[in-house]
C-alpha cells in the first residue's frame, strides 16, 4: 500500500510540470513585452525592468523555463502589483474562504444526491425514478451564475432575508458567536448556489452505479439465500455500489472550483474563485498563472487522496 | 498485432471473402441500425422533448435577422422595463434585450458545435492511433490524457483568453482543443477492445494497410459513447461561453447570453428583468442538449437486452 | 449401435434413498419473460417429477430455456419474468402459491441453487467464509461462532483449506470459487440442489475435480439434485436420469444408460453425436444443423420439426404427447417407436443429414 501510495504522490510531478510549461509558454506567446505582462497592468516602469532582470527574460527560452521553474520550486509565485503582495501571500488569504464554501455545499451534496440517486436507482424503472432523473438533468441545465443571480433576486432584494454579497457585514462582531451567525447569513446564498450545481452529479452517479450493481450475478444469489429484498439492496448492492461513486465524486473538484469561481464573482465572496475574477478584470497575470497552479495542485492532491481511499476500501484493489 | 509472414494464395483469397462478408454484414447492420436508432431514441418522450427545444434555439438562431425587432448593438433608453416597443426591456446601455437574446443564440450554438466538432474531430484520431498502435507510444499517450485531464479547464481557459484575446474563433478553438482528451480516452478504450474483433484481425491478415483499418473498420464501431459524450461537450461548451462572458471574457464584437447576464448582473435591484430571461435562454438550449444527450446514450447502450439466455 | 461418447461408463444407478417419495414435482410449468414487445417463452409446459435423493440431469443447447428453467424452478425470475401457469410442488408445498416471505424461508434451507458464473456470483467485497456464515445465521440464527465452525466444515467437505474462509472471491481460481459456490449451497442443509452449469466455465482439469466432488456429495449426502447442462457427458457421470430440453419443453426423459444407448427423439441422437470422445474411435463431429427456435414465436406443432430429419407433414401440425418408452422414460415424437426399430439405419440418416 505504501508504495502505491507513494507512486501516485510522485505522479504530482509530471502534472505540476506540465502546468508551470503552459503558464511559461503563456507569458511568452502573449502579444507584448512578456515582463509588462509578468508585472501586470499598470506596474511602474522600472519594476518591470527589475522584472525582467531577475527572471532574465532578456536570456535565451530554455535558461528562462529553468530559472521559472526554479522559483517555483522556492514556493515563489511571483508579486502582485496590483495588491502589493506576493502571490502566495494573496491566495493563502483568500483559499480559506474558498474551502468554506466548498465544504458547507458538498458535504451535503454528496449525502443528498447519494440517498437520491440510490433511492431513485431502487425504484428503477418507475415513474418516479424518471422524475428524478429529469429533475437531475434539469439542473445541470442551470448555469451557476444564473442561479446565483436568482437567489440574489428572491431572497436578498424581494425577500430581504439574506444579504446580497461578501462574506462580513462591517457592522457585525468581529468575534464569536456573532461573527459566525454573521457569516452564516451571508454563506447561505451562495452554498445554496453551489449545492443546487453539484446535487445532480452524485444523484446520477450514484443512480447509474447502483442499477449496474443490481443486475449483476451475486445479487441473484443473495436473493436465492433467502434474503429480503431491503438485505439485499442495502447490504450487498450499496456496498458495491458506493465504492465507485466514491471515486467519481473525490475526481469532480475541478467541477467544483469551476462553480466557486462563479459563484464567488457573483456573490462578491473573498475567495480564490473571486481572485481569479479579479485578476482577469486588473489582468493581474501572476495571480492568474498563480491561482491557476494552486487549484490545479489542489485537485491533484484530492484526486489521489481519493485513489488511495478507494484502494483501501475495495478489496480487489492491488498494489502493483 | 502480428501479420503472418507466410500466408499462401487460398488463405489470403478466403481472408478476403471473409473480410468482405464480415464488412457486408457490418454495413447492412449499420444501415438498418441507423434507422433503428432514430426510432428508438424517437419513443423517448424526453428526448423528442429535447429535440424540440434544440429545434426552436436553432430556428430563432437562424432566422435571427427575420425575428429580432431591432438591431441587438442598437441603442435605446436604457433599463426600460419590459413593455411595448420591448418585450423584455433594454439593458444599461440601452440595448433591447429580446433582440440581444435571439441574436446571442448564434454564439452558443457557434459554440456547442464548433467547439465539440473539433474535441471530436481532435480526440478521435489521437485516441485511435495510439490504442490501435499500442506500445510505448500508448503509454506514453495515456500518461498525457491523465495529466490533461486533471487540470481544470475553465481556469486555463480564463487564462488562455485572459493573455492571448477573446476572439471568438480563437475561444471556439480553445475550447476545442481543451476538451478532446475525454473524448480520446473514450475512443482509445474503444479501440482497444475491437481490434481484437474477427473483422480487424482478418483485414490485417489480409494486408490492408493500418490507416484505413483504423478509420475504416476500427473507428466506426466505437465511436457510439464518443458521441454520447460529445452530447456532453456541447452542453460544456454553451455553458462555459456563457461564464466567459458573464465573467467579461467574451468577444466584444458579439452578442452573448452571458454578456446579457454581465451587464445586468448590478442592476439585478433595480432592472431585474435582465437577469432573468438570458438565463431562461442558457437553460432552454443546455435542457435541451442534456434530453438529446440522455436519449442518444440510452439508445446506444447495449444494455438493452433484459433476457436471462 | 456404436458406443456412446461419454468420459466413462454411465453412472451407475443410485443407491437407493432413504425414502423414495417424491420430492418435487413440477406440473406444465410455464414462465415467459417480456424483450421488446414480445414475450420469450423460456419454459413453454414442463413437468417432471424428482423423488428424494435422485439425480436428474437437464441437458439442451444453449437457449433452450434449460437454464430459465432451473431459475424458475426456485422462482428466481428477472425483472421482466412471469410464471403462467403450472405448479412446483415441493415436499407438498407449491412454491408458486407461496408468498415472497413464505418463499424466504424456504429457499437455500430447503433447496439451493450452485450457480453457473461463479466468477461474478460471489459478492466481491465480502469474505467468502463470511458469505457462508451470514447464510447459516439467517436462517439458523445461531452465533457466530458456531456459524464459522459450519463454514470451517462445509469448506473441508469440498476440499477447501480453512486459511481460505478469510480470502476474497478475486482471490480464488476458478475451481476454488465453484467448490466455495458448492460449500454456500450446502450451507444450510437443503433436500434438493440445482446445479446450473456449475462446470463450464473451468478447464478440463477443474472440471473433473469439481465434478467429483459434486458426485461424492450428492452420494454422501443424499441429495436430490437437477444438474443442468450443455454437456450431456458430464451429465451422464453424474445422473440417474436425464431429462433433454428444446425450445422450451422437454422432448425425452429416460434413465441416463438408456438414453445414450438408445435415444428415442431425434434431437437427442443429434446431441449425442455432437460431443467427441477422448477414448472412443474418431468420429465426424455433427453439430445440429439449422438454427436455434426463436422463441417468442416457436415452430408449430413439433418445436423440432424444422431441423429435423425425419419430419413429416404432421410433425408441423400436432405437437407430439410425451409417448412412454422404457423403464419409465418417454419421448415427445410421432415416430418415437419406429426410430427405434430402425436403429442403425436412423443413424446413418442422421449422419448423411450432417
Given at each position: 500500500?505504501?508504495?502505491?501510495?507513494?507512486?501516485?504522490?510522485?505522479?504530482?510531478?509530471?502534472?505540476?510540470?506540465?502546468?508551470?510549461?503552459?503558464?511559461?509558454?503563456?507569458i511568452?506567446?502573449?502579444?507584448?513585452?512578456?515582463?509588462?505582462?509578468l508585472?501586470?497592468?499598470?506596474?511602474?516602469?522600472?519594476?518591470?525592468?527589475?522584472?525582467?532582470?531577475?527572471?532574465?527574460?532578456?536570456?535565451?527560452?530554455?535558461?528562462?523555463?529553468?530559472?521559472?521553474?526554479?522559483?517555483l520550486?522556492?514556493?515563489?509565485?511571483?508579486?502582485?502589483?496590483?495588491?502589493?503582495?506576493?502571490?502566495?501571500?494573496?491566495?493563502?488569504?483568500?483559499?480559506?474562504?474558498?474551502?468554506?464554501?466548498?465544504?458547507?455545499?458538498q458535504?451535503?451534496?454528496?449525502?443528498?444526491?447519494?440517498?437520491?440517486?440510490?433511492?431513485?436507482?431502487?425504484?428503477?424503472?418507475?415513474?418516479?425514478?424518471?422524475v428524478?432523473?429529469?429533475?437531475s438533468?434539469?439542473?445541470?441545465?442551470?448555469?451557476?451564475?444564473?442561479s446565483?443571480?436568482?437567489?440574489?433576486?428572491?431572497?436578498?432584494?424581494?425577500?430581504?432575508?439574506?444579504?446580497?454579497?461578501?462574506?462580513?457585514?462591517l457592522?457585525?462582531?468581529?468575534?464569536?458567536?456573532?461573527?459566525?451567525?454573521d457569516?452564516a447569513?451571508?454563506?447561505?446564498?451562495?452554498?445554496?448556489?453551489?449545492f443546487?450545481?453539484?446535487?445532480?452529479?452524485?444523484?446520477?452517479?450514484t443512480r447509474?452505479?447502483?442499477?449496474?450493481?443490481m443486475?449483476?450475478?451475486?445479487?441473484t444469489?443473495?436473493?436465492?439465500?433467502?434474503?429480503?429484498?431491503?438485505?439485499?439492496?442495502?447490504?450487498?448492492?450499496?456496498?458495491?455500489?458506493?465504492?465507485?461513486?466514491?471515486?467519481?465524486?473525490?475526481?469532480?473538484l475541478?467541477?467544483?472550483?469551476?462553480?466557486?469561481l462563479?459563484?464567488?464573482?457573483?456573490?462578491?465572496?473573498?475567495?480564490?474563485g473571486?481572485l481569479?475574477?479579479e485578476?482577469?478584470?486588473?489582468?493581474?497575470?501572476?495571480?492568474?498563472?498563480?491561482?491557476?497552479?494552486?487549484?490545479?495542485?489542489?485537485?491533484?492532491?484530492?484526486?489521489?487522496?481519493?485513489?488511495?481511499?478507494?484502494?483501501?476500501?475495495?478489496?480487489?484493489?492491488?498494489?502493483? | 498485432?502480428?501479420?503472418?509472414t507466410?500466408?499462401?494464395?487460398?488463405?489470403?483469397?478466403?481472408?478476403?471473402?471473409?473480410h468482405?462478408a464480415?464488412?457486408?454484414?457490418?454495413?447492412?447492420?449499420?444501415?438498418?441500425?441507423?434507422?433503428?436508432?432514430?426510432?428508438?431514441?424517437?419513443?423517448?418522450?424526453?428526448?423528442v422533448?429535447?429535440?424540440?427545444?434544440?429545434?426552436?434555439?436553432?430556428a430563432?438562431?437562424?432566422?435571427?435577422?427575420?425575428?429580432?425587432?431591432?438591431?441587438?448593438?442598437?441603442?435605446?433608453?436604457?433599463?426600460?422595463?419590459?413593455?411595448?416597443?420591448?418585450?423584455?426591456?433594454?439593458?444599461p446601455?440601452?440595448?433591447?434585450?429580446?433582440?440581444?437574446?435571439?441574436?446571442?443564440?448564434?454564439?452558443?450554438?457557434?459554440?456547442?458545435f464548433?467547439?465539440?466538432?473539433?474535441?471530436?474531430?481532435?480526440?478521435?484520431?489521437?485516441?485511435?492511433?495510439?490504442?490501435?498502435?499500442?506500445?510505448?507510444?500508448?503509454?506514453?499517450f495515456?500518461?498525457?490524457?491523465?495529466?490533461?485531464?486533471?487540470?481544470?479547464?475553465?481556469?486555463?481557459?480564463?487564462?488562455?483568453?485572459?493573455?492571448?484575446g477573446?476572439?471568438?474563433?480563437?475561444?471556439?478553438?480553445v475550447?476545442?482543443l481543451t476538451?478532446?482528451?475525454?473524448?480520446?480516452?473514450?475512443?482509445?478504450?474503444?479501440?482497444?477492445?475491437?481490434?481484437?474483433?474477427?473483422?480487424?484481425?482478418?483485414?490485417?491478415?489480409?494486408?490492408?494497410?493500418?490507416?484505413?483499418?483504423?478509420?475504416?473498420?476500427?473507428?466506426?464501431?466505437?465511436?457510439?459513447?464518443?458521441?454520447a459524450?460529445?452530447?456532453?461537450?456541447?452542453?460544456?461548451?454553451?455553458?462555459?461561453?456563457?461564464?466567459?462572458?458573464?465573467?467579461?471574457?467574451?468577444d466584444?464584437?458579439?452578442?452573448?447570453?452571458g454578456?446579457?447576464?454581465?451587464?445586468?448582473?448590478?442592476?439585478?435591484?433595480?432592472?431585474?428583468?435582465i437577469?432573468?430571461?438570458?438565463?431562461?435562454?442558457?437553460?432552454?438550449l443546455?435542457?435541451?442538449?442534456?434530453?438529446?444527450?440522455?436519449?442518444?446514450?440510452?439508445?446506444?447502450?447495449?444494455?438493452?437486452?433484459?433476457?436471462?439466455? | 449401435?456404436?458406443?456412446?461418447?461419454?468420459?466413462?461408463k454411465?453412472?451407475?444407478?443410485?443407491?437407493?434413498?432413504?425414502s423414495?417419495?417424491?420430492?418435487?414435482?413440477?406440473?406444465?410449468?410455464a414462465?415467459?419473460?417480456?424483450?421488446?414487445?414480445?414475450?420469450?417463452?423460456?419454459?413453454?409446459?414442463?413437468?417432471?417429477?424428482?423423488?428424494?435423493g435422485?439425480?436428474?440431469?437437464?441437458?439442451g443447447?444453449?437457449?433452450?430455456?434449460?437454464?430459465?428453467?432451473?431459475?424458475?424452478?426456485?422462482?428466481?425470475?428477472?425483472?421482466?419474468?412471469?410464471i403462467?401457469?403450472?405448479?412446483?410442488v415441493?415436499?407438498?408445498?407449491?412454491?408458486?402459491?407461496?408468498?415472497?416471505?413464505?418463499?424466504?424461508?424456504?429457499?437455500?434451507?430447503?433447496?439451493?441453487?450452485?450457480?453457473?458464473?461463479?466468477?461474478?456470483?460471489?459478492?466481491?467485497v465480502?469474505?467468502?467464509?463470511d458469505?457462508?456464515?451470514?447464510?447459516?445465521?439467517?436462517?439458523?440464527g445461531v452465533?457466530?461462532?458456531?456459524?464459522?465452525?459450519r463454514?470451517a466444515?462445509?469448506?473441508?467437505?469440498?476440499?477447501?483449506?480453512?486459511?481460505?474462509?478469510?480470502?476474497?472471491?478475486?482471490?480464488?481460481?476458478?475451481?476454488?470459487?465453484q467448490?466455495?459456490?458448492?460449500?454456500?449451497?450446502?450451507?444450510?442443509?437443503?433436500d434438493?440442489?440445482i446445479?446450473?452449469?456449475?462446470?463450464?466455465?473451468?478447464?478440463?482439469?477443474?472440471?473433473?475435480?469439481?465434478?467429483?466432488?459434486?458426485?461424492?456429495?450428492?452420494?454422501?449426502?443424499?441429495?436430490?439434485?437437477?444438474?443442468?447442462s450443455?454437456?450431456?457427458?458430464?451429465?451422464?457421470?453424474?445422473?440417474?436420469?436425464?431429462?433433454?430440453?428444446?425450445?422450451?419443453?422437454?422432448?425425452?426423459?429416460?434413465?441416463?444408460?438408456?438414453l445414450?444407448?438408445?435415444?428415442?427423439?431425434?434431437?437427442?441422437?443429434?446431441?449425442?453425436?455432437?460431443?467427441?470422445?477422448?477414448?472412443?474411435?474418431?468420429?465426424t463431429?455433427?453439430?445440429?444443423?439449422?438454427?436455434?427456435?426463436?422463441?417468442?414465436?416457436?415452430?408449430?406443432?413439433?418445436?423440432?420439426?424444422?431441423?429435423?430429419?425425419?419430419?413429416?407433414?404432421?410433425?408441423?401440425?400436432?405437437?407430439?404427447p410425451?409417448?412412454?418408452?422404457?423403464?419409465?422414460?418417454?419421448?415427445r415424437?410421432?415416430?418415437?417407436?419406429?426410430?427405434?426399430?430402425?436403429?442403425?439405419?436412423?443413424?446413418?440418416?442422421?449422419?448423411?443429414?450432417?
Amino acid at each position: 500500500m505504501r508504495r502505491y501510495a507513494l507512486r501516485r504522490v510522485l505522479q504530482v510531478v509530471p502534472v505540476m510540470l506540465f502546468i508551470a510549461i503552459i503558464n511559461f509558454w503563456l507569458i511568452h506567446a502573449a502579444p507584448g513585452d512578456p515582463a509588462a505582462a509578468l508585472a501586470g497592468d499598470g506596474a511602474p516602469q522600472e519594476f518591470i525592468e527589475a522584472l525582467r532582470k531577475d527572471y532574465g527574460l532578456d536570456r535565451p527560452l530554455l535558461d528562462q523555463l529553468g530559472t521559472y521553474l526554479g522559483t517555483l520550486l522556492k514556493g515563489d509565485l511571483g508579486y502582485s502589483f496590483a495588491y502589493r503582495r506576493s502571490v502566495v501571500d494573496v491566495i493563502v488569504e483568500r483559499l480559506p474562504a474558498t474551502l468554506l464554501l466548498v465544504f458547507a455545499s458538498q458535504i451535503p451534496a454528496i449525502v443528498l444526491g447519494t440517498l437520491l440517486g440510490a433511492f431513485s436507482a431502487r425504484h428503477h424503472p418507475s415513474r418516479i425514478d424518471s422524475v428524478v432523473t429529469a429533475i437531475s438533468l434539469s439542473l445541470y441545465a442551470v448555469p451557476i451564475f444564473w442561479s446565483g443571480l436568482l437567489l440574489i433576486l428572491v431572497f436578498a432584494v424581494w425577500l430581504r432575508w439574506l444579504p446580497a454579497s461578501g462574506m462580513i457585514d462591517l457592522l457585525a462582531p468581529t468575534e464569536g458567536i456573532g461573527r459566525i451567525l454573521d457569516i452564516a447569513r451571508h454563506m447561505a446564498l451562495p452554498v445554496t448556489a453551489l449545492f443546487l450545481y453539484s446535487l445532480p452529479q452524485y444523484v446520477r452517479l450514484t443512480r447509474a452505479s447502483v442499477i449496474e450493481v443490481m443486475r449483476e450475478d451475486f445479487i441473484t444469489t443473495a436473493r436465492a439465500i433467502g434474503y429480503s429484498e431491503n438485505v439485499v439492496f442495502f447490504r450487498h448492492a450499496l456496498r458495491n455500489a458506493l465504492l465507485p461513486a466514491v471515486t467519481v465524486a473525490g475526481l469532480s473538484l475541478s467541477f467544483v472550483f469551476a462553480g466557486a469561481l462563479l459563484t464567488e464573482t457573483v456573490f462578491g465572496w473573498p475567495g480564490m474563485g473571486r481572485l481569479m475574477y479579479e485578476g482577469v478584470l486588473k489582468r493581474d497575470y501572476p495571480v492568474l498563472m498563480g491561482v491557476f497552479l494552486v487549484t490545479s495542485a489542489l485537485v491533484l492532491i484530492v484526486g489521489i487522496l481519493t485513489d488511495l481511499l478507494y484502494a483501501a476500501l475495495d478489496p480487489r484493489v492491488s498494489y502493483e | 498485432m502480428s501479420v503472418p509472414t507466410v500466408v499462401s494464395d487460398e488463405a489470403v483469397a478466403r481472408l478476403d471473402d471473409e473480410h468482405v462478408a464480415a464488412m457486408e454484414g457490418l454495413r447492412r447492420a449499420r444501415a438498418v441500425g441507423v434507422r433503428a436508432f432514430v426510432e428508438r431514441f424517437l419513443a423517448q418522450p424526453f428526448a423528442v422533448a429535447g429535440s424540440i427545444l434544440l429545434g426552436i434555439v436553432a430556428a430563432t438562431a437562424i432566422f435571427a435577422p427575420l425575428i429580432a425587432p431591432y438591431d441587438p448593438f442598437g441603442l435605446y433608453p436604457p433599463l426600460g422595463q419590459p413593455g411595448q416597443g420591448h418585450w423584455l426591456g433594454t439593458d444599461p446601455l440601452g440595448r433591447d434585450v429580446l433582440s440581444m437574446i435571439i441574436w446571442g443564440g448564434r454564439v452558443s450554438l457557434a459554440f456547442a458545435f464548433g467547439a465539440a466538432a473539433l474535441s471530436l474531430a481532435v480526440g478521435v484520431v489521437m485516441g485511435a492511433v495510439p490504442g490501435y498502435v499500442g506500445g510505448i507510444v500508448d503509454d506514453i499517450f495515456s500518461r498525457f490524457l491523465e495529466t490533461f485531464l486533471v487540470i481544470p479547464r475553465l481556469f486555463l481557459i480564463i487564462l488562455i483568453v485572459a493573455l492571448l484575446g477573446s476572439n471568438i474563433v480563437f475561444v471556439i478553438a480553445v475550447m476545442g482543443l481543451t476538451m478532446w482528451p475525454s473524448n480520446a480516452k473514450i475512443m482509445r478504450a474503444q479501440v482497444l477492445s475491437i481490434k481484437k474483433r474477427g473483422y480487424v484481425q482478418a483485414a490485417i491478415a489480409a494486408g490492408v494497410s493500418p490507416l484505413p483499418i483504423i478509420f475504416r473498420h476500427v473507428v466506426p464501431n466505437g465511436l457510439a459513447p464518443v458521441i454520447a459524450n460529445s452530447t456532453l461537450q456541447m452542453a460544456y461548451a454553451v455553458l462555459t461561453e456563457a461564464g466567459l462572458s458573464f465573467l467579461g471574457l467574451g468577444d466584444p464584437n458579439q452578442v452573448s447570453w452571458g454578456q446579457i447576464l454581465n451587464a445586468g448582473q448590478s442592476y439585478v435591484r433595480s432592472a431585474p428583468w435582465i437577469v432573468i430571461s438570458p438565463g431562461l435562454a442558457i437553460m432552454t438550449l443546455l435542457l435541451g442538449l442534456h434530453f438529446v444527450g440522455d436519449g442518444v446514450t440510452r439508445v446506444l447502450n447495449p444494455r438493452l437486452s433484459l433476457g436471462r439466455e | 449401435m456404436k458406443s456412446p461418447p461419454v468420459h466413462g461408463k454411465a453412472a451407475p444407478a443410485a443407491r437407493e434413498p432413504r425414502s423414495g417419495t417424491t420430492l418435487l414435482e413440477v406440473r406444465d410449468l410455464a414462465m415467459h419473460f417480456q424483450v421488446g414487445s414480445g414475450w420469450v417463452r423460456a419454459v413453454d409446459g414442463v413437468s417432471f417429477e424428482l423423488r428424494r435423493g435422485e439425480t436428474m440431469g437437464i441437458v439442451g443447447e444453449s437457449g433452450s430455456g434449460k437454464t430459465s428453467l432451473g431459475y424458475a424452478m426456485l422462482r428466481l425470475l428477472p425483472a421482466n419474468g412471469r410464471i403462467l401457469r403450472g405448479s412446483i410442488v415441493f415436499d407438498g408445498v407449491d412454491l408458486v402459491q407461496l408468498s415472497e416471505p413464505e418463499l424466504r424461508r424456504l429457499r437455500w434451507t430447503r433447496f439451493a441453487m450452485i450457480f453457473q458464473n461463479a466468477m461474478s456470483a460471489l459478492n466481491p467485497v465480502f469474505r467468502v467464509g463470511d458469505q457462508i456464515v451470514d447464510a447459516v445465521r439467517h436462517h439458523t440464527g445461531v452465533s457466530r461462532i458456531a456459524a464459522r465452525e459450519r463454514a470451517a466444515d462445509l469448506f473441508q467437505l469440498v476440499g477447501l483449506s480453512r486459511t481460505r474462509l478469510r480470502g476474497y472471491p478475486h482471490e480464488f481460481s476458478g475451481g476454488m470459487k465453484q467448490r466455495a459456490m458448492i460449500a454456500l449451497a450446502l450451507s444450510c442443509k437443503p433436500d434438493l440442489v440445482i446445479a446450473d452449469e456449475p462446470t463450464t466455465a473451468l478447464d478440463v482439469v477443474a472440471q473433473g475435480q469439481v465434478l467429483r466432488q459434486i458426485k461424492d456429495l450428492q452420494r454422501d449426502l443424499g441429495l436430490a439434485m437437477i444438474f443442468i447442462s450443455h454437456d450431456i457427458s458430464v451429465v451422464a457421470e453424474i445422473c440417474r436420469n436425464v431429462a433433454v430440453m428444446y425450445a422450451g419443453e422437454l422432448v425425452e426423459y429416460a434413465p441416463t444408460e438408456q438414453l445414450l444407448t438408445e435415444p428415442r427423439h431425434p434431437y437427442t441422437m443429434a446431441l449425442l453425436r455432437s460431443f467427441p470422445s477422448v477414448r472412443g474411435p474418431l468420429k465426424t463431429l455433427l453439430s445440429v444443423p439449422g438454427s436455434p427456435p426463436d422463441l417468442v414465436r416457436p415452430p408449430s406443432g413439433c418445436r423440432f420439426h424444422p431441423r429435423c430429419p425425419f419430419a413429416q407433414p404432421i410433425c408441423s401440425e400436432v405437437s407430439p404427447p410425451p409417448i412412454p418408452t422404457v423403464d419409465g422414460g418417454w419421448a415427445r415424437c410421432h415416430f418415437t417407436e419406429e426410430i427405434r426399430r430402425r436403429g442403425s439405419d436412423a443413424i446413418d440418416v442422421l449422419e448423411k443429414v450432417g
